[in-house]
């Protein structure tokens, strides 16, 4: 069944282990600059939100790609770069509107989340949970549920303060 | 590859930078971070050299397994001559600088010379740019890291800066990063000011290849697994360091009113729990952060809720500040705690230091050895919340006699107030302790008798001697990898094996210092995380060099040795209260007043003390004195000192 990451950058602590964990399975290098998911900071503010490739079902990377090289794999929900096609013209790093698609800048190519063939790498080490692995049906009943939990701390909420009224 | 990050020789007086390769020699003798740190200080800087001046060498560097496929390897280590002190300054923070640095290309940056007015350093993929910053003096420690950015533009860049504290050469102003990482220990922050160096700057895309990328990635997930499966981590996840005090306190270990008490009674307000809720009505119920690639996430956010600073980020408070701003002055507001944290990060000062130098001169007012007129009209009564957080202003800005005074250091401001001001300090090396009370605990008093900074926690402290846990279990963790068949107790009180046990910490400490990693991350609050037996692989996995536990051992002790080299030579001594490994009188000769029944009433014993330090001597090779026998420096192959090999 096909998968997608989910991203709840609530409970990201900023910690970056899910970019070095990506650069190194894909490379065997430590780099950030390799890495296909990069956590966004406002520091001053304590707010940290990991971006990642949205696997686009109408992807403008691949819309925009002049040689096709940019193609979905139906079997795991992914959007694919081809490297025997690509000639890095970077038009596709352009047009993604989260700015997923890297461009590599040591070895001079065009980089993208490939869900580590299923396995995602951000995922196993992500403790906290900011990043997961899900059903892509699944995403919005687990949205639903926690935004009923959220409804109903509040509700019991108001209750404590109507009984102490 | 982790080995060929670099290490620059930067002469501010001259605009000199020479970068240079570290040979593989000296990594299998000194690993990196506080190790090589350490050899580096002896080699650069001359006996008697004054802390503040040109001649001092300030290095700052990430350890051997920074930025790689390895836990937690955010650490930060900074070196140099402390002006606290006059002997060996260290002091380490996490954050994200050191990986930043490392991407950069560098390890290592050996800081000399003094500028003619304030600049910065910048590294950058392999280069070194010194830079002005006019615009960045008298910025506060984060407007100073945001100014940086916006000039360079670039929002990735990390950097190491002072704050006005640092600026005005208080004693014991540190280095920052982040909003609260703080390398807070002996006044690195004040040789930062006295080079007129306001930060370091650090951006980099150089790849770090890892030698054996797979297994390194599948042995970090092992690692991960037995660091956040040990409860004390995923307390410290949920609460932070705070969650020490709570337990702390309950059994008589913090000091209180300075060192009158060990027990801050009616601290509700201050109580770990009470913090966390702060944290989570103000941000949210997902307030824990964490530094670079670490899974336990120990660092709290929140805003001030009330008072004056209502409104304002920060992060913490640390274990520490609950201590600063809390049981030392005996201040038992969050408010006070909150915003003292917040003060001595935007300033950039020690908050151990500043909160127990505002301790001590509250007990001299109480005791009429500060006078009204010293006061300078402030009311320096036990429990002022406001006139803690004033004097946090004054010491920093040096404002008035009593802030410059105290701005000075314990041991000089001792000489200007007068009388017998010197008995009350809690100091040792001229550094003052933390807000922990050693009294009832002799492995603790060992650890901060000896430690190589001065009075400190986390240089060898063996906290787990704390859990009473059962002899085979201790005498496993301590005969790794070194046989060890002498004494050994789970009794906290008692005084059998302590000196090794100490001696195990300060080596098992030395190590991950030299890794860079967190402490967090080995036998330090918990006893089933990793330790020598653990850290050949990941050494090799990632940097493919071959070390076994015995090897690391060896080249911790030998840290260690330089660094008392480097004391020895500064004038250390055995006995000196001011520059030994000696404790104030007051832990000998006062009885612990609260706490649990095996804490009331406990003094450490000062000839079963005399003893645990003869032993500690024997374990590290020392004669009576102190100074290590030739044959001791002859097996750790530090006969020909200084080498100058780099």
């Not at chain 2, 509250?362 to 007129?373: A, H, S, V």
């Not at chain 2, 190589?452 to 005969?479: N, Q, W």
């Amino acid at each position: 069944m096909e998968k997608v990451l989910m991203i709840d950058h609530e409970k990201c602590t900023g910690c970056r282990l899910c970019e070095l964990v990506c650069a190194v399975k894909h490379d065997g290098i430590s780099n950030p600059v390799r890495s296909r998911i990069r956590v966004v900071k406002w520091e001053a503010d304590g707010v940290y939100i990991p971006m990642s490739c949205q696997q686009c079902q109408d992807a403008p990377c691949q819309i925009g790609c002049p040689v096709g090289a940019i193609s979905h794999d139906e079997e795991l929900g992914r959007v694919v770069v081809d490297y025997t096609t690509c000639i890095g013209c970077r038009t596709c790093v352009s047009v993604c509107p989260f700015g997923a698609m890297n461009f590599n800048t040591v070895d001079r190519k065009v980089i993208k989340c490939d869900l580590c063939d299923g396995d995602p790498q951000c995922v196993r080490f992500c403790e906290v949970k900011a990043v997961e692995f899900v059903n892509a049906g699944d995403v919005s009943i687990l949205k639903k549920r926690e935004a009923a939990q959220r409804l109903y701390a509040a509700e019991n909420r108001s209750a404590a303060i109507h009984s102490e009224l | 590859m982790p080995l060929n990050r670099k290490i620059a020789f930067i002469n501010l007086s001259s605009g000199d930078v020479d970068i240079k390769p570290i040979p593989l020699e000296v990594r299998k003798r000194f690993l990196g971070g506080r190790g090589l740190d350490a050899y580096l200080l002896y080699n650069h800087t001359k006996k008697g050299c004054d802390a503040l001046g040109p001649d001092n060498a300030l290095i700052i560097s990430g350890g051997i397994l920074t930025a790689t496929c390895a836990s937690a390897t955010a650490r930060t280590h900074i070196m140099a001559k402390s002006p606290l002190t006059d002997l060996l300054g260290s002091a380490n923070m996490g954050g994200f600088f050191a990986p930043e640095l490392a991407w950069a290309g560098f390890h290592h940056l050996v800081i000399t010379g003094k500028a003619e007015k304030p600049v910065y350093i910048y590294a950058h993929d392999g280069r070194i740019d010194i830079r002005d910053a006019g615009h960045l003096w008298g910025k506060t420690t984060t407007d100073a890291q945001w100014a940086i950015r916006e000039e360079l533009d670039d929002e990735e860049i990390k950097s190491c800066v002072i704050g006005p504290a640092g600026e005005n050469l208080v004693r014991y102003a540190n280095v920052m990063t982040g909003i609260k990482n703080a390398a807070g220990r002996t006044g690195m922050g004040c040789v930062m000011g006295s080079k007129n160096l306001k930060a370091v700057a650090a951006r980099g895309t150089l790849d770090i290849k890892i030698a054996h990328p797979i297994e390194a990635l599948e042995y970090n997930k092992r690692f991960i697994d037995q660091i956040t499966s040990a409860k004390v981590n995923q307390t410290q996840g949920t609460l932070g360091t705070p969650f020490i005090w709570g337990a702390t306190n309950s059994w008589g270990g913090l000091r209180t009113r300075n060192f009158q008490y060990n027990q801050c009674e009616y601290a509700d307000d201050i109580e770990p729990e009470r913090l966390d809720e702060i944290a989570e009505e103000t941000i949210g119920p997902h307030h824990m952060t964490g530094c670079f690639a670490c899974q336990v996430h120990c660092r709290a956010q929140y805003k001030i809720p009330t008072g004056p600073y209502a409104g304002k980020y920060d992060e913490g408070p640390e274990y520490t500040s609950q201590g600063a701003f809390g049981s030392l002055p005996d201040c038992t507001n969050a408010e006070t705690v909150l915003a003292g944290n917040h003060l001595v990060n935007q300033y950039g000062v020690d908050n151990l230091e500043i909160g127990s130098m505002i301790a001590w001169a509250m007990e001299l007012y109480e005791k009429g050895i500060i006078t009204d007129k010293q006061a300078e009209g402030l009311d320096l009564s036990f429990g002022n919340d406001a006139v803690v957080l004033e004097l946090v202003h004054r010491i920093c800005m040096r404002d008035g006699w009593l802030g410059d005074t105290l701005a000075d250091g314990g041991i000089p401001a001792a000489e200007k107030i007068g009388k017998n001001a010197f008995d009350y300090l809690i100091q040792v090396k001229g550094m003052n302790n933390l807000h922990s009370d050693e009294r009832a605990t002799p492995a603790l008093a060992l650890n901060i008798a000896t430690a190589s900074r001065g009075s400190d926690h986390l240089r060898s402290r063996p906290a787990i001697d704390l859990y009473h846990l059962p002899e085979p279990v201790l005498r496993k963790i301590y005969s790794n990898p070194v046989p060890y068949d002498g004494p050994i107790s789970s009794e906290h009180t008692a005084y059998d094996g302590k000196a090794w046990q100490v001696f195990w910490q300060e080596n098992c400490y030395m190590a991950v210092d030299c890794l860079g990693i967190c402490k967090y991350h080995t036998v330090f609050l918990g006893a089933t995380l990793p330790n020598f037996e653990d850290w050949p692989k990941v050494i090799y996995y990632n940097t493919g060099l071959e070390l076994t536990s015995n090897e690391i051992w060896d080249i911790a002790e030998r840290c260690n040795m330089i660094e008392r080299l480097f004391n020895l030579r500064e004038g250390l001594s055995r006995s000196d209260l001011k520059k030994g490994d000696m404790l104030n009188h007051r832990y000998f000769d006062e009885p612990c007043r609260r706490g649990a029944p095996d804490v009331v009433g406990r003094v450490i014993d000062r000839e079963k003390f005399n003893r645990m330090i003869d032993d500690f001597y024997a374990h590290k090779g020392l004669d009576e004195n102190g100074v290590p026998k030739p044959e001791t420096l002859k097996r750790l192959g530090l006969e020909n000192e200084p080498s100058q090999l780099l």
